[in-house]
């Protein structure tokens, strides 16, 4: 069965107001397309054959964005509308509820990384986890929490942000192979604190690590950054 993927599109943008206002932050405008665009298409690159997007905040904006220009990608796209902010867990738990495929990729829709889902995909279902997730190695950084990884690429423990010269991040993009992973969790909940980590912790959670390009759009910088490399990169991996 074709894999199917869920993004999380519902952020607020809180530390984008100065320069991007009034859309979720997957919409905000890079060169000239909402980020959600770059994402898409780099979806497109693989035999994905639904994408539901899990939508909150200004979700009429990206409903509005979808109705007329979704036809362009080759796979079906669905929204998973949060009447309230469920938090990231609660968000994913109910898009996984419009999902068919036991093969689900999950990924942030404020941030961009550059791996290869095919290979994800494949790492998933060799590791026997719940649940695969994308690092990406930094150098000298302080604005992400850093992962822990076993020399068998299991995860073992995530720690809070300080300054770091050289370890690993939590680059936002899971693969699990069970819709129902999140069945028993509460309706609003932080996947990331709650689920995560004592996953993790009792060694469910496998670490795929990747050097591909990676950008969190979150911060104006970062974002401003986004503006320029995205001038030159045209698609996600261009994988199949």
């Known amino acids: 069965m074709k894999l199917e993927a869920i993004v999380l599109a519902g952020g607020l943008g809180t530390r984008l107001r100065s320069v991007?206002?009034?859309?979720?932050?997957?919409?905000?405008?890079?060169?000239?397309e909402p980020f959600l665009y770059y994402l898409l298409s780099a979806l497109?690159?693989?035999?994905?054959?639904?994408?539901?997007?899990s939508v909150g905040y200004k979700h009429e904006c990206i409903e509005e964005w979808v109705r007329a220009h979704g036809?362009?990608?080759?796979?079906?796209?669905?929204?998973?509308?949060?009447?309230?902010?469920?938090?990231?867990?609660?968000?994913?738990?109910?898009?996984?509820?419009?999902?068919h495929s036991d093969a689900v990729c999950v990924m942030n829709g404020d941030s961009f990384f550059d791996v290869d889902l095919a290979q994800l995909r494949k790492a998933h279902q060799h590791s026997g986890k719940l649940l695969t997730m994308s690092v990406k190695r930094l150098v000298n950084f302080d604005r992400y929490g850093t992962v822990s990884i076993d020399e068998s690429g299991a995860v073992t423990g995530f720690h809070e942000k300080r300054f770091c010269e050289d370890g690993y991040i939590n680059a936002?993009?899971?693969?699990?192979s069970d819709r129902n992973l999140l069945k028993d969790m509460p309706e609003k909940f932080s996947f990331e604190t709650?689920?995560?980590?004592?996953?993790?912790?009792?060694?469910?959670?496998?670490?795929?690590?990747?050097?591909?390009?990676?950008?969190?759009?979150?911060?104006p910088q970062d974002y401003?950054?986004?503006?320029?490399?995205?001038?030159t990169i045209k698609a996600w991996g261009k994988r199949r």
């Open 20 to 32: 991007v206002s009034e859309v979720p932050k997957c919409m905000a405008p890079v060169n000239g």
């Open 44 to 53: 497109s690159q693989y035999r994905i054959g639904k994408v539901v997007l």
């Open 71 to 99: 036809g362009s990608f080759p796979f079906d796209i669905d929204f998973a509308l949060e009447e309230t902010p469920l938090g990231t867990g609660g968000g994913i738990r109910l898009a996984l509820e419009r999902c």
């Open 172 to 176: 936002g993009v899971y693969m699990v």
């Open 194 to 219: 709650d689920f995560l980590q004592p996953k993790a912790a009792a060694g469910f959670v496998q670490g795929y690590v990747s050097d591909g390009y990676f950008i969190d759009i979150g911060i």
């Open 224 to 231: 401003a950054k986004a503006n320029e490399d995205f001038k």
